[in-house]
């Protein structure tokens, strides 16, 4: 299971990094690093990935806590139909309804860290690259949104800490590539390569779908293990 969340986590990664070229781009390209050697802005660069994905390492300690908690209550199988089907809900109002909804409390959260990585932005202390990649992972994202929802239905711990890291990873070639030579990727490209974001998230949320039906297909639909029955003391 842990190669699994591993492997998957990092195909993720890598898919959710077109997405990132569109709506986290800006934020990577407006890293104060102009005045600093080639060396120090590479540095950077790594630094602010490694707090993105330090942010996502604990998203899954704290959904991998409350994955495990509904494993052990048998309610892992019904998590996973449920989360697919908030995703396909979230494809419809977005990309076809064309309605940004959002709950209230991301609107300020989004808001609240934005105003706090501006300030950031005015700082020359290098060491807070690494906060500005924590805090830019903190902001609202449909594919983090969508790793969490995976990350929640591993039956360990570790499992989900494990493959939100590996989700990180995933997105660090191309975000490192956009932090090093990010102005040369024109708009439309990026625009382009966002238009296929939809299509892996609907396939995400079918696999999750599929999950929970215990269908018996291995890897796509395996037969998941109810709660563990308390042992029977033997005289």
């Not at 990649?133 to 790793?147: K, Q, R, S, T």
């Amino acid at each position: 299971m842990i190669t699994e969340a591993i492997t998957g986590g990092l195909l993720l990664g890598a898919f959710s990094s077109l997405h990132c070229i569109g709506m986290c781009g800006p934020l990577a390209l407006a890293l104060p690093v102009q005045h600093l050697s080639v060396w120090q802005q590479r540095f950077a660069a790594l630094m602010y990935n490694a707090g993105r994905i330090l942010t996502y390492s604990l998203f899954g300690l704290l959904f991998g806590f409350a994955g495990h908690s509904l494993n052990i209550a048998g309610l892992q199988q019904w998590l996973s139909i449920i989360s697919g089907a908030v995703i396909l809900f979230f494809i419809i109002q977005y990309y076809v309804l064309h309605k940004d909804w959002q709950p209230k409390w991301t609107t300020r959260l989004h808001t609240t860290v934005q105003q706090i990585m501006i300030r950031l932005l005015h700082t020359d202390r290098k060491e807070l690259f690494l906060l500005f990649g924590m805090l830019n992972a903190l902001l609202p994202c449909g594919m983090v949104y969508i790793a969490l929802a995976a990350a929640l239905n591993f039956s360990e711990v570790q499992t989900s800490v494990l493959f939100m890291a590996a989700f990180g990873a995933g997105t660090l070639p191309l975000m490192l590539l956009l932090s090093m030579a990010g102005h040369r990727i024109s708009f439309p490209v990026r625009l382009k390569i966002r238009r296929a974001v939809p299509y892996m998230m609907m396939l995400i949320a079918v696999m999750l779908i599929l999950r929970g039906l215990n269908l018996g297909i291995p890897f796509i639909s395996p037969i998941m293990a109810g709660p563990s029955a308390a042992a029977v003391p033997c005289h």
